[in-house]
């Protein structure tokens, strides 16, 4: 079974009095396991897309299955929910909470867990992950303290820390430059290929594109491409 | 567990301001100082002003006697001689919650020593429980006792005004003086207790055996103006022979048909007041009931028929002096209120200028999974420790300020217990009342704008 189904999702925001529709009826299948990069210029779409797939938001019309469980109908509450369990962020410009130290940041998300671990566990989870991505040496720093590519690793390490099914990545290389872009990037490859982790970037660049399984080209609220896998 | 780590949440974030935490609870550190101030000094004056009307004799119960009215004429309070020695000895039996009881005879007269004289302003025949009741200590000598009382002795406590005024500054004791040519030796000097709340001089006093009073000073014993009625009540009128128990009399007793045919001629003692102490101000009430029932029962008063005695209490007089503190310190407490008031409303500002300064944190928090409870329990959190960070600070400078206050302006403070359980729970109140629209504000965010809130 598929881990993502959306079937002919719309998304129309209400301006006043003038609908504005943004997602005209799209479909697309995720597998388990799958890195697929969602492609597309600004005013596409594809950031409400992201949105709906991150279940921060629900589509006007259309259903959307995640890992068998029908998200449409669900509540903010109950998403908040979905998201906790199933969904990690990793953001364009980090968000990172100033003036708290990389530990930290990478332990908040527990904080909301429903299954509430122990101090000492908490820690030693944040402390695992960072160590992964390579920032051991820098636990204690504040995100002031860290470079562009330190903050960005930080802030993967804290999408992984409610052990998620899905990695969302919006834009995620947006604010780096190219030499950093490409660990960051590696380090997502290297996430899915050894953890077996779905991830789906959000992009408008191709070069980023290039290291995804699978490209969908987002355009004017309708997939352009279909569901062609690319060539590996 | 999770309610602790929102509180350690809290703490941080306030802590990540420190500067604009502390000013923000400057307002409700005032209004809980000025609350624990005002109560405290407030608590402090009524203790006071109890103080006062205990060392004037607290609890202080007295028993007038009563009206006389004949034909619709009525002829004023004391008019009628109803109380006697043994109404005292009777409620000091058998009113549990009347602690001493003195029967009092008052006269007013020359006193003369050595060529001087003076008229004090109240000569007292009463008891040893007097001094009991009015909390007033001997000092200098010793009261007279139960056996002078008995003896009639001629002995008598002089105050300080007597002292001065007769003996001027030479010590008074074991001299004799006289009070309308009948001397009496000095035993005893009362303390100094100054004027009372009506301005009147309490040390411009002579105390002497209420039976020396009656029987040698002020001769003879007026008749009962109610006479005819008392007469009728045989049971309660009492002979002299009473008063000297032991003394076998010197003829056989009558038969009950020669006392019905010769009455004989009743001598009454009577008293002019009785003055008594409940054992507690709390059980003022409680005397006052059992002394009415008790002499009524004494005097055969039926039911419905007006009382032949009045009871005053003290505490009348203290309520009226407390309630006006009381009022005093409600006012100061409304102005204080008002102040907390202000308080909670900048922390409600505040704590929405935090709200919209951390839309993109709130955004993030939302992202990873926190749910609007989880959100509003936070910023909830974080309004409730800042306003009791604020109490707490509030309670010191206001018992430091209580403390100055005494130490400088030397008013009287007491601690208010009752004041700061208040200000803690007021306090804690501000804060979720006023801290709670932000909050809630900060929980009905939509994540997707709050994370691309610039």
Request: proline letters at 4%.
């Amino acid at each position: 079974m598929d881990l993502i189904e959306l079937r002919d999702i719309h998304k129309t925001y209400h301006l006043g009095e003038v609908d504005l529709p943004v997602l005209k009826g799209i479909s697309l299948h995720v597998k388990r396991g799958e890195l697929v990069a969602l492609m597309g210029a600004s005013g596409s779409g594809k950031s409400t897309l992201m949105n709906l797939l991150g279940c921060l938001d629900h589509p006007t019309a259309g259903e959307y299955w995640l890992d068998g469980r029908g998200i449409s109908g669900l509540s903010a509450k109950e998403r908040a929910r979905v998201r906790k369990k199933t969904i990690g962020f990793v953001f364009q410009n980090f968000n990172l909470l100033a003036r708290t130290s990389a530990l930290e940041n990478v332990m908040m998300p527990l904080s909301y867990a429903s299954d509430h671990m122990a101090e000492g566990e908490m820690k030693q989870r944040a402390t695992e992950l960072l160590s992964r991505v390579g920032l051991a040496d820098r636990m204690d720093h504040q995100p002031s303290q860290l470079s562009g590519g330190q903050q960005q690793r930080v802030a993967i390490a804290r999408s992984l820390v409610n052990n998620p099914q899905i990695l969302l990545a919006d834009e995620p290389t947006g604010n780096l430059d190219s030499r950093t872009s490409e660990e960051i990037l590696q380090m997502f490859q290297d996430l899915n290929q050894r953890d077996r982790l779905t991830i789906i970037l959000v992009t408008h660049d191709p070069e980023v594109a290039r290291h995804a399984q699978r490209v969908i080209h987002i355009k004017d609220g309708l997939i352009e491409n279909g569901e062609t896998p690319l060539p590996a | 567990m999770k309610s602790l780590h929102t509180l350690k949440l809290a703490l941080r974030a306030l802590r990540r301001n420190v500067m604009r935490a502390a000013l923000t609870t400057l307002g409700i550190v005032i209004g809980v100082a000025a609350v624990i101030a005002m109560m405290e000094i407030g608590n402090g004056s009524s203790e006071a002003i109890q103080h006062t009307i205990a060392s004037m004799g607290a609890n202080v119960l007295l028993v007038m006697p009563g009206t006389a009215a004949s034909g619709g004429v009525s002829f004023g309070a004391g008019s009628v001689l109803t109380l006697t020695p043994e109404d005292a000895d009777a409620i000091a039996k058998e009113c549990p919650s009347v602690g001493a009881v003195a029967p009092v005879v008052r006269a007013r007269t020359q006193i003369v020593y050595n060529g001087r004289n003076w008229v004090p302003m109240s000569i007292y025949g009463t008891t040893a429980a007097f001094l009991e009741v009015r909390d007033w200590p001997v000092a200098e000598g010793h009261a007279f006792t139960e056996r002078d009382v008995r003896n009639s002795s001629k002995v008598c406590l002089l105050g300080q005004t007597e002292v001065r005024e007769l003996f001027g500054g030479q010590p008074p004791l074991g001299k004799e003086i006289r009070i309308q040519n009948v001397s009496f030796k000095v035993v005893g000097v009362l303390q100094t207790k100054g004027a009372n709340m009506m301005g009147m001089d309490q040390d411009d006093i002579v105390i002497a055996p209420w039976t020396t009073i009656k029987y040698r000073v002020s001769g003879t014993t007026l008749g009962n103006v109610n006479q005819s009625s008392e007469a009728s009540s045989a049971g309660s009128v009492n002979t002299l022979s009473d008063i000297y128990p032991g003394q076998e009399s010197l003829y056989p007793v009558p038969s009950a048909t020669q006392q019905a045919d010769t009455p004989q001629p009743v001598r009454f003692t009577n008293v002019d007041q009785i003055l008594c102490s409940a054992r507690s101000s709390a059980q003022i009430p409680a005397a006052v009931q059992q002394m009415t029932t008790l002499l009524r029962e004494r005097h055969h008063i039926r039911p419905g028929q007006p009382d032949d005695f009045t009871v005053r209490d003290m505490a009348e007089m203290t309520k009226a002096m407390t309630s006006a503190t009381t009022l005093m310190t409600k006012l100061l407490l409304a102005v204080a209120m008002i102040s907390l008031l202000v308080g909670g409303v900048g922390i409600m500002n505040i704590m929405l200028v935090s709200v919209t300064e951390r839309t993109r944190e709130i955004g993030l928090r939302m992202a990873v999974g926190a749910e609007p409870g989880d959100i509003l329990r936070q910023f909830l959190t974080e309004a409730v420790v800042l306003c009791l960070i604020g109490g707490a600070m509030g309670i010191l400078v206001g018992r430091g300020s209580s403390f100055l206050v005494r130490l400088v302006l030397r008013w009287p403070t007491a601690i208010s217990v009752g004041a700061i359980i208040a200000a803690v729970v007021v306090s804690a109140t501000v804060g979720i009342i006023f801290g709670y629209y932000p909050a809630w504000k900060a929980s009905r965010l939509d994540p997707i704008e709050a994370l691309r809130y610039e």
